[in-house]
């Protein structure tokens, strides 16, 4: 064979094994859509309490142990509500400001093993128009989920984590700018979290905000439609402090 021949030959292969690699690299898991095993009807929340919003902002504290008590689904109801819930069903006003009235969040719960009183475990969708629950994946999740937060313990030993993921093609359809998109979905989220650690506060419930995860492994766990990002998350329990 001529030399021609033998470069030739050998491109050939290395385009082979380059084909061969691409096809049989694993490449993420994408889900379209949330597919719904269930629903739940949550307890209408409460619009009041018994401590201020200034005490709340004042005793807020990040805590990372929590006790083995359960959560009822009162405590569920309530965070939720907190973290993304209707205030105005006619305009759809929720309990948190959105660049353009866009709504680009949802709002998860990953619920362990007895850890919410008449609750299963398993991965749910919060759906803030009806104030209920999409049951999306059976079984306790946290462990896995706290491995893809970066090893975080305390994701597994909270009775639940809330999770909060965003839609920046939602905001994108309505600004046209991506990075105007982006920074508004975020800062929402922030808007949420906040809501959350005071809600939390003021029910004697403790939580910490957590922003590091491996992203792919997320998507992978909680099996999060292609169209969402991971932004935050949120593990609720009683303190152990
Ligand atoms: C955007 C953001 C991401 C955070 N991510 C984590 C995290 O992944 N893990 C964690 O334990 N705490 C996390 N925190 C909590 C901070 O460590 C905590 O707020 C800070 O130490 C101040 O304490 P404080 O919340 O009690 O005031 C995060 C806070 C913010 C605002």
Redesign the pocket.
């Known amino acids: 064979m001529s030399t021609k021949g033998k470069i030739a030959l050998i491109i050939l292969i290395i385009l082979l094994f380059a084909v061969i690699a691409y096809l049989i690299w694993p490449k993420p898991v994408e889900y379209s859509s949330r597919t719904v095993i269930g629903t739940v009807d949550l307890p209408n929340p409460k619009f009041t309490g018994s401590m201020s919003v200034e005490q709340a902002i004042h005793d807020?504290?990040?805590?990372?142990k929590y006790t083995n008590e359960s959560l009822t689904l009162n405590d569920v109801s309530q965070l939720l509500w907190a973290a993304y819930g209707v205030t105005e069903a006619s305009k759809n006003f929720k309990t948190v400001p959105s660049g353009g009235h866009t709504y680009p969040l949802e709002i998860y719960l990953i619920v362990g093993n007895g850890s919410v009183k008449g609750l299963d475990s398993g991965f749910y969708h919060y759906v803030p128009q009806n104030h209920s629950l999409e049951k999306i994946l059976d079984g306790d999740l946290r462990e896995k989920f706290a491995k893809a937060?970066?090893n975080?313990l305390?994701i597994k030993e909270a009775p639940v984590n809330i999770v909060i993921t965003g839609n920046d093609d939602k905001m994108m359809n309505k600004y046209k700018d991506n990075k105007l998109s982006i920074r508004f979905v975020d800062i929402e989220a922030?808007h949420s979290?906040q809501n959350i650690?005071l809600q939390a506060q003021a029910m004697n419930l403790a939580t910490?905000?957590?922003?590091?995860f491996y992203e792919d492994q997320v998507i992978n766990i909680l099996h999060l439609p292609s169209n969402e990002r991971i932004i935050?998350s949120f593990p609720v329990g009683h303190s152990a402090k």
């Open positions: 807020r504290r990040s805590v990372r937060s970066h975080q305390w922030g979290g650690y910490v905000a957590i922003g590091s935050y």
